[in-house]
């Protein structure tokens, strides 16, 4: 911040004004995937890895081949149990989130933009919404 605050001071002006929601964000996917969203994929990976780290390349990739195959065959096997049309995790939070809602009265407002009141509560809620 320093040296930004040197060699540009209006720059350094902008960067501090909160301003986070304009640039901050700019080059992630802001539809995310999942609920948990975590960067350690390598501590993960060289976890995994760690006994086959001094082998020769090759059979480094082997190891690393038959692990994440041996993983994906075990999901597979998990999921075939699975019934319905979402993961147990995710119809878990729905039915959480619909006994939460019980309460509320919907009103469409226009399409994709809905009306919400909680009791005293009233909010918008726009599924149209796209952060700048």
Known sequence: MEKIKKENPKAYSYIIEDQTHLW??????IDL????????????????IEKYRHEPI?????????????AIAKRVEICQEWSGKVVP????????????SRCCRVTLARIGEFSVQDGHSKFKVDLNFRPV
């Open 24 to 29: 901050a964000s700019y080059k992630f996917d």
């Open 33 to 48: 995937k999942v609920t948990d969203n975590t960067t350690n994929f390598m501590n993960s990976f060289n976890g995994k």
């Open 58 to 70: 090759f059979t480094l990739l082997e190891a690393v081949i038959e692990k994440f195959m041996s």
């Open 89 to 100: 995790k995710v119809k878990a939070l729905l039915t959480k989130l619909e006994v939460d």
